[in-house]
């Protein structure tokens, strides 16, 4: 019989347990992780920079606070990957949090540090207005200092916060070398892709016009879409950054389109030659796919022209990757006028990844090809199916242990200069950033670069009633299970209540 003092007793230890279990989970933080990609643990790569630091990394979270829940959770998961931060690192990383909103002192103090605020909507009392809010970090260690402006909801936050300490504490980044004096973009051209590799590397440019060969401090070096024919000798020098065991990324376009002539054109430039030479063919050609971006078309609507996008089969959205550091969290990579790339070489010491393929419904052109804007594209035109886009090698090239990383396309991360210049998908970037920190045997922070809360919208070919389907499942199927498991236990404890009253204890 349950008595007053029973009770009493209960509710008490009950409490206890409870003060007990925050007081434990304040010092010895932890989490459980069932999220696909492992978005709250963190990686070796976070884990191997916090073990490498030697002096205390500081940083300060201006935050505002009574924000909307969809925005209030990026507060709250920053501040638990602090946490952990600073338990993993021996308190090595300390941090504040700071709320600009309180007065204007702080909030001018967090715009002078560089953090932007952003307007967003909240309810109240039943009208919607805007408030202004701040979502950033400084990140400090000593008299450095890199500054996170704004962390957008669903962003890689482990990758934002390791990428600054690790910029902040690397004594001697690797050089990459971008080869310019053949027609290729200049750095200014890249913004997307310079801003984020000069995190963990050195960018500098060299011409194998005013040099015997490639800079002696260059381990790695990418070649990215020459337009120019490059002279014969040039490739021997090539040659000889092989041998010394450089590595090298080449992002090659074979083929280019002219939308005003509304052809194809070749590009000649020499490097599909000496990439043959090593087993590496770049088709010249178009990889044509169902799956792909629209471009838009001047269409006369009765008195009027308007600007209509139509799907351009000729601009690939490449959604299937191999499994490969280079390719590890990649959603979808646009492609403008793509080749397949294969190897074809001999050469059994040498290990081949196809890196990046065309989806099921493709299909290959080879020149001449004409662009039927207004074509009314059937199943039957896509003939192909996963076709290679990209392929890494790793192995012996002119006697030395080296790898490569080819690309069907040069033009995949250049956003173009002036107002021509263009914002790229960032898993574009990805695909670039990652392939360089793979030939640097910097590979670190390749998995939390695409690490984040990602958005998979349903499959746009499936039909109405099948989408339909799939949503009602999503919503009803885990209540219907929850009432089942409660209903199944209901039947289990009233069988042993039954059995227990059958019992005769005379």
């Given at each position: 019989?349950l008595?007053?003092?029973?009770?009493?007793?209960?509710?008490?230890?009950?409490?206890?347990i409870?003060?007990?279990?925050?007081?434990?989970?304040?010092r010895?933080?932890?989490?459980?992780?069932?999220?696909?990609?492992?978005?709250?643990?963190?990686?070796?790569?976070?884990?191997?920079?916090?073990?490498?630091?030697?002096?205390?990394?500081?940083?300060?979270?201006?935050f505002?606070?009574?924000?909307?829940?969809?925005?209030?959770?990026?507060?709250?998961?920053?501040?638990?990957?602090?946490?952990?931060?600073?338990?993993?690192?021996?308190?090595?990383?300390?941090?504040?949090?700071?709320?600009?909103?309180?007065?204007?002192?702080?909030?001018?103090?967090?715009?002078?540090?560089?953090?932007?605020?952003?307007?967003?909507?909240?309810?109240?009392?039943?009208?919607?207005?805007?408030?202004?809010?701040?979502?950033?970090?400084?990140?400090?260690?000593?008299?450095?200092?890199?500054?996170?402006?704004?962390?957008?909801?669903?962003?890689?936050?482990?990758?934002?916060?390791?990428?600054?300490?690790?910029?902040?504490?690397?004594?001697?980044?690797?050089?990459?070398?971008?080869?310019?004096?053949?027609?290729?973009?200049?750095?200014?051209?890249?913004?997307?892709?310079?801003?984020?590799?000069?995190?963990?590397?050195?960018?500098?440019?060299?011409?194998?016009?005013?040099?015997?060969?490639?800079?002696?401090?260059?381990?790695?070096?990418?070649?990215?879409?020459?337009?120019?024919?490059?002279?014969?000798?040039?490739f021997?020098?090539?040659?000889?950054?092989l041998?010394?065991?450089?590595?090298?990324?080449?992002?090659?376009?074979?083929?280019?389109?002219n939308?005003?002539?509304?052809?194809?054109?070749?590009?000649?430039?020499?490097?599909?030659?000496?990439?043959?030479?090593?087993?590496?063919?770049?088709?010249?050609?178009?990889?044509?796919?169902?799956?792909?971006?629209?471009?838009?078309?001047?269409?006369?609507?009765?008195?009027?022209?308007?600007?209509?996008?139509?799907?351009?089969p000729?601009?690939?959205?490449?959604?299937?990757?191999?499994?490969?550091?280079?390719?590890?969290?990649?959603?979808?990579?646009?492609?403008?006028?793509?080749?397949?790339?294969?190897?074809?070489?001999a050469?059994?010491?040498?290990?081949?990844?196809?890196?990046?393929?065309?989806?099921?419904?493709?299909?290959?052109?080879?020149?001449?090809?004409?662009?039927?804007?207004?074509?009314?594209?059937?199943?039957?035109?896509?003939?192909?199916?996963?076709?290679?886009?990209?392929?890494?090698?790793?192995?012996?090239?002119?006697?030395?242990?080296?790898k490569?990383?080819?690309?069907?396309?040069?033009?995949?991360a250049?956003?173009?200069?002036?107002?021509?210049?263009?914002?790229?998908?960032?898993?574009?970037?990805?695909?670039?950033?990652?392939?360089?920190?793979?030939?640097?045997?910097?590979?670190?922070?390749?998995?939390?670069?695409?690490?984040?809360?990602?958005?998979r919208?349903?499959?746009?070919?499936?039909?109405?009633?099948?989408?339909?389907?799939?949503?009602?499942?999503?919503?009803?199927?885990?209540?219907?299970?929850?009432?089942?498991?409660?209903?199944?236990?209901?039947?289990?404890?009233?069988?042993?209540?039954?059995?227990?009253?059958?019992?005769?204890?005379?």
């Amino acid at each position: 019989m349950l008595t007053k003092k029973k009770l009493l007793t209960t509710i008490v230890l009950a409490i206890g347990i409870v003060i007990l279990l925050n007081i434990i989970g304040d010092r010895f933080f932890t989490r459980l992780d069932f999220t696909e990609d492992r978005i709250y643990s963190l990686s070796d790569a976070t884990l191997n920079i916090l073990d490498s630091l030697t002096e205390p990394v500081t940083i300060t979270a201006y935050f505002s606070e009574d924000l909307p829940p969809n925005v209030a959770k990026v507060r709250e998961d920053f501040r638990d990957m602090l946490v952990e931060y600073n338990n993993r690192s021996g308190g090595m990383v300390v941090y504040d949090f700071i709320n600009p909103n309180k007065d204007q002192k702080t909030e001018t103090e967090a715009q002078q540090n560089g953090i932007r605020p952003v307007m967003i909507n909240v309810r109240e009392r039943d009208q919607m207005k805007q408030q202004r809010a701040y979502l950033g970090a400084i990140v400090q260690m000593g008299d450095q200092k890199e500054v996170i402006p704004f962390i957008q909801p669903g962003a890689a936050i482990e990758y934002e916060l390791s990428s600054n300490i690790k910029k902040i504490a690397i004594k001697d980044k690797p050089k990459v070398g971008f080869m310019l004096g053949n027609g290729e973009p200049i750095l200014s051209s890249m913004q997307q892709l310079t801003s984020i590799l000069s995190v963990t590397h050195d960018v500098r440019t060299f011409s194998l016009s005013d040099t015997s060969g490639v800079p002696a401090d260059m381990n790695t070096i990418a070649i990215v879409a020459p337009k120019d024919s490059i002279p014969e000798n040039y490739f021997k020098y090539l040659d000889d950054f092989l041998a010394r065991g450089g590595r090298v990324f080449v992002a090659l376009n074979r083929v280019d389109g002219n939308l005003q002539s509304l052809a194809g054109e070749a590009v000649s430039t020499g490097m599909g030659k000496w990439l043959a030479k090593y087993g590496i063919e770049v088709g010249k050609d178009f990889v044509i796919d169902a799956h792909c971006s629209s471009i838009m078309v001047r269409q006369q609507q009765g008195f009027f022209q308007i600007n209509t996008p139509v799907k351009f089969p000729y601009v690939p959205i490449a959604t299937n990757f191999a499994d490969h550091p280079i390719t590890k969290g990649l959603e979808e990579v646009l492609f403008p006028y793509v080749s397949s790339v294969k190897y074809t070489g001999a050469d059994s010491t040498v290990n081949v990844t196809d890196l990046v393929f065309s989806s099921d419904r493709s299909a290959i052109k080879t020149l001449p090809v004409y662009f039927d804007i207004q074509k009314n594209w059937r199943a039957s035109d896509f003939t192909d199916s996963r076709v290679p886009l990209a392929v890494a090698l790793e192995g012996n090239f002119n006697g030395a242990k080296t790898k490569m990383v080819v690309i069907g396309d040069g033009d995949f991360a250049v956003n173009g200069e002036g107002q021509k210049a263009q914002q790229l998908q960032p898993d574009n970037i990805s695909l670039f950033v990652n392939s360089i920190d793979w030939l640097s045997d910097d590979t670190g922070l390749n998995e939390l670069r695409t690490k984040g809360v990602t958005s998979r919208p349903l499959d746009s070919q499936l039909e109405d009633g099948t989408k339909t389907l799939i949503r009602y499942m999503n919503f009803l199927l885990p209540i219907f299970l929850v009432i089942g498991y409660g209903l199944f236990r209901f039947r289990i404890n009233k069988a042993i209540r039954n059995k227990l009253a059958s019992i005769d204890y005379e």
